[in-house]
């Protein structure tokens, strides 16, 4: 195994200048509304599937009389059809106060994790912070040695500067209503132990100076 570390010397304050760096805070909330971890159902129940746990009530799901679990919606012609494909979804609503957001990281499950958003909402138009999508590996190590086919990564949202090709910093003044969607597969099968935590950076107040981790 080989790693490599990149870093920036620090400079303290003076008297005429703020420090090169901010200790970076961790933010951290959960779309499982401070659970955890969550069980996701199947989203429906056929004849030859088991009982759900939790939903042992719930009737068995035929062509045209769909019986869905909680939270989920399904496309195409389910229960049996090869196009059908059904995804569970959860939203989770906090408020952030005076701080600007530099790096934010989504926690969940592969391989039935299919997304998780973070959005703010301060003037009743909610606007899309951070979009996070499993990426698949496609083999293509010549081009990406990285890009081992099989393998899954969940690349972070970061902010910084613009001659870095970054967004700037994402400023939430006090009581920023925000809220997170978490989006999982269940055609057919659940997933217990799933997670849709952020686990985010940032710094007190407005940033200043060149934060780092």
Request: with cysteine; charged share 20%; proline share 8%.
């Given at each position: ?20 760096h901010?200790?970076?805070?961790r933010?951290?909330y959960?779309t499982?509304?401070?659970?955890g971890?969550?069980?996701i ?11 759900i746990?939790?939903y042992?009530d ?13 939270g989920?919606t ?11 494909t059904?995804?569970?979804k959860i939203?989770y609503n906090?408020v952030m ?12 499950h592969?391989p ?7 959005w703010k909402?301060?003037t009743?138009k ?5 979009r996070?999508?499993s ?15 099989g393998?899954i ?16 910093p ?5 009581g ?10 269940n ?5 217990t ?7 985010m ?13």
């Amino acid at each position: 195994m080989k790693m490599r570390f990149w870093f920036q010397e620090y400079v303290p304050a003076t008297a005429t200048a703020a420090a090169s760096h901010a200790n970076l805070e961790r933010i951290y909330y959960t779309t499982e509304a401070n659970a955890g971890e969550y069980d996701i159902p199947p989203a429906f129940r056929r004849a030859t599937d088991p009982v759900i746990t939790g939903y042992e009530d719930l009737p068995i799901s035929t062509p045209g009389n769909m019986h869905l679990t909680p939270g989920s919606t399904c496309m195409g012609s389910c229960p049996d059809g090869p196009d059908c494909t059904c995804e569970h979804k959860i939203t989770y609503n906090w408020v952030m106060s005076n701080a600007t957001m530099l790096y934010a990281g989504g926690h969940c499950h592969a391989p039935s994790c299919i997304s998780i958003e973070l959005w703010k909402n301060d003037t009743g138009k909610p606007e899309l912070l951070c979009r996070q999508a499993s990426k698949y590996g496609k083999g293509d190590v010549k081009g990406d040695k990285f890009d081992e086919l099989g393998y899954i990564v969940l690349p972070p949202c970061l902010w910084g500067d613009k001659s870095e090709g970054l967004e700037p910093p994402v400023y939430l003044p006090t009581g920023t209503p925000m809220f997170s969607i978490k989006r999982n597969r269940n055609t057919y099968v659940g997933h217990t132990g799933e997670m849709a935590s952020w686990q985010m950076r940032g710094v007190h107040g407005k940033a200043v100076g060149r934060p780092m981790a």
